[in-house]
């Protein structure tokens, strides 16, 4: 199938997954994970329409915005990977979101390495919501006090949570997690009025229907798109 086919499919499978949870239809953003793929399959996302693609590897998220750029084509970029001090400086001059801030020593860096010519970095905080040692993020108890220093940085726009639900057949698993996340995404608006809180990045392929029912924003999608990874 081709990628045109398939973003047709995800953007008829999120509609029905919408109408299903009561959720306004464009309530909730597909982002392109685009990490390991060619400059033509995007290309070819981008001609069936799709503006918004997520990149785990700083350089080759570099090279591919570069790359659009280039051809005068404007895209969103997101970062969506762990990030090492070393590589702040790289996402804070060329992506327009990073979704996995997790401590207040890179939010510091990022701010202090946007250029000031750009907009704000987007900025989603990750939450390590299955508690699980191979996964990055804060603790759900810590949210509020990173929260409330992080949208304190000049340079960055603090919008909302990102997390990565435990792998699990059991849709109750994935409820339990997703549900507390949505919880943390309100509490995150109450405590914070003035920031711009609209953004909860949950669900992937296995999981875009429970995270939809319990709220998400914005689902990030790979191999559906794109085919097995490269």
Same mark, same amino acid.
Request: aromatic share 6%; proline share 4%.
């Given at each position: 199938?081709?990628?045109?086919?398939?973003?047709?499919? &995800?953007?008829?499978?999120?509609?029905?997954? %919408?109408?299903?949870?009561?959720?306004?239809?464009?309530?909730?953003?597909?982002?392109?994970?685009?990490?390991?793929?060619? $400059?033509?399959?995007?290309?070819?996302?981008?001609?069936?329409?799709?503006?918004? $693609?997520?990149?785990?590897?700083?350089?080759?998220? !570099?090279?591919? @915005?570069?790359? $659009?750029?280039?051809?005068?084509?404007?895209?969103?970029?997101?970062?969506?990977?762990?990030?090492?001090?070393?590589?702040? #400086?790289?996402?804070?001059?060329?992506?327009?979101?990073?979704?996995?801030?997790? #401590?207040?020593?890179?939010?510091?860096?990022? /701010?202090?390495?946007?250029?000031?010519?750009?907009?704000?970095?987007?900025?989603?905080?990750? &939450?390590? @919501?299955?508690?699980?040692?191979?996964?990055?993020? &804060?603790?759900?108890?810590?949210?509020?006090?990173?929260?409330?220093?992080?949208?304190?940085?000049?340079?960055?726009?603090?919008?909302?949570?990102?997390?990565?639900?435990?792998?699990?057949?059991?849709?109750?698993?994935?409820?339990?997690?997703? /549900?507390?996340?949505?919880?943390? $995404?309100?509490?995150? #608006?109450?405590?914070?009025?003035?920031?711009?809180?609209?953004?909860?990045?949950?669900?992937?392929?296995?999981?875009?229907?429970?995270? @939809?029912? %319990?709220?998400?924003?914005? !689902?990030?999608?790979?191999?559906? @798109?794109?085919?097995?990874?490269?």
């Amino acid at each position: 199938m081709s990628i045109q086919h398939n973003l047709a499919e &995800i953007h008829q499978q999120i509609t029905y997954h %919408c109408q299903q949870a009561d959720r306004t239809l464009g309530s909730v953003k597909l982002l392109a994970v685009s990490k390991t793929k060619p $400059f033509s399959a995007i290309a070819e996302a981008v001609a069936a329409g799709q503006t918004a $693609f997520g990149e785990n590897y700083v350089q080759e998220g !570099v090279e591919k @915005i570069q790359y $659009f750029q280039s051809q005068n084509i404007p895209l969103e970029w997101h970062f969506i990977g762990p990030l090492q001090s070393n590589k702040s #400086r790289l996402v804070a001059e060329h992506f327009d979101w990073i979704e996995t801030v997790d #401590r207040l020593k890179i939010a510091e860096r990022l /701010s202090q390495q946007r250029p000031t010519a750009l907009a704000p970095l987007n900025v989603l905080i990750q &939450i390590n @919501i299955s508690n699980e040692s191979s996964k990055s993020g &804060i603790m759900p108890n810590a949210l509020l006090p990173l929260a409330t220093q992080i949208a304190a940085l000049p340079n960055l726009r603090l919008r909302g949570l990102m997390a990565i639900a435990q792998d699990s057949d059991d849709p109750s698993v994935q409820q339990q997690a997703f /549900s507390r996340m949505q919880q943390l $995404f309100q509490q995150l #608006r109450l405590a914070l009025p003035e920031q711009q809180i609209d953004t909860l990045s949950l669900g992937m392929s296995g999981d875009m229907a429970m995270a @939809i029912k %319990c709220g998400s924003t914005q !689902v990030r999608i790979g191999s559906a @798109i794109f085919g097995a990874r490269s």
